[in-house]
């Protein structure tokens, strides 16, 4: 793709179809070293309209730890644990006759997964795709995208280019996206559902964009793997337990944890998945902000409250999972772990 970002692609070993929702993403256990994998979350950018494979697209960033060991280091044949899918940043779960797709940098991913998918089972989707990047060369699959709408009569590109370099070939907008830009690539666009992916920066200048111009925010929906300091998504609170009960507040909670046979002591404040890593209890994370869903636990029994960012379905609550990363213990609780 580019000279920092590629595009790893997974099969099963036993050719088993792989079943996700385009725009979904999953989480990869990382062997960066042997007695501390690393979990890392990433958008499919492959669609599951071709199911054999699933592929994503990651870059390396200044400081990165498993996506530069990645880069480095995984090889065909080689084979890692993985998580989900999960996700609810997805057209199917949000049906409308027309929709944005507005992204800046690897935030195209999960548009390019939903655009996938639309060439190969819906080409008469109505889609406006704007992607954003600094410079030229880091427009991603701006080539396939280009094929794609020749197949797609419905689909129409908007590329924006940050930089101003007169030497850079590029003839296209510059600058950052705002309503001006906005209106020349999607004329249309308050009539559109969107969806946005990109720098927490990005998204909150788009969503301020859209207020501005009286867009129904109803209809915005956005990915990120960071808890935002926006109010959309907002932090839902939830008391998880078979009943009401009384509990000191000030107590110390003891979390059993029943698949390793081990206990730790949870003071106030603290989150189970806190409390598990004291006690030397493996519990899967990743976002660490109630936003994935990687850490999801079944609580056998107590009661939590958990203060999620979407990570987490009702149906899942109602069955008794939860969320290691933001609950924290009411009282004695116990988890399956």
């Not at 590629?6 to 099963?12: A, H, K």
């Not at 779960?93 to 390019?112: C, D, N, Q």
């Amino acid at each position: 793709e580019t000279a920092d970002v590629m595009t790893f692609t997974f099969s099963s070993d036993q050719k088993n179809w792989f079943r996700y929702l385009p725009g979904q993403f999953v989480t990869l256990e990382l062997p960066v070293s042997e007695d501390d994998p690393v979990m890392r979350t990433y958008t499919l950018s492959s669609s599951p309209s071709r199911p054999f494979s699933v592929a994503v697209t990651v870059k390396a960033q200044k400081n990165s730890i498993g996506t530069r060991w990645m880069f480095d280091n995984l090889r065909p044949g080689m084979k890692l644990k993985a998580f989900g899918p999960l996700g609810d940043f997805s057209f199917v779960r949000y049906p409308a006759e027309k929709y944005l797709f507005i992204s800046a940098g690897l935030g195209v991913t999960p548009m390019m997964s939903m655009t996938r998918w639309m060439a190969d089972c819906a080409p008469q989707s109505d889609v406006a795709f704007v992607t954003c990047a600094r410079k030229p060369e880091d427009l991603l699959f701006k080539g396939e995208l280009e094929c794609l709408a020749a197949q797609m009569p419905n689909l129409a590109l908007g590329f924006v280019v940050e930089g101003h370099n007169p030497r850079d070939g590029w003839h296209g907008l510059r600058g950052r996206i705002d309503a001006a830009r906005l209106s020349l690539l999607a004329p249309d666009f308050r009539d559109r559902t969107v969806f946005c992916c990109g720098p927490e920066p990005f998204m909150r200048g788009v969503r301020d964009m859209l207020k501005v111009c009286g867009f129904n925010m109803d209809r915005y929906h956005e990915e990120s793997f960071q808890p935002s300091s926006a109010p959309a998504p907002e932090e839902i609170a939830i008391r998880a337990g078979a009943g009401e009960q009384e509990v000191d507040a000030d107590a110390v909670a003891t979390v059993s944890f029943t698949m390793a046979g081990k206990e730790g002591k949870c003071p106030p404040g603290q989150t189970i998945l806190q409390t598990a890593r004291a006690a030397g209890v493996r519990i899967g994370a990743a976002c660490e902000g109630g936003l994935c869903g990687t850490c999801r636990v079944m609580k056998v029994s107590g009661e939590v409250e958990m203060r999620h960012n979407g990570g987490i379905l009702d149906d899942e609550i109602a069955e008794g999972y939860i969320l290691a990363c933001c609950s924290r213990p009411i009282g004695d609780v116990s988890i399956e772990a």
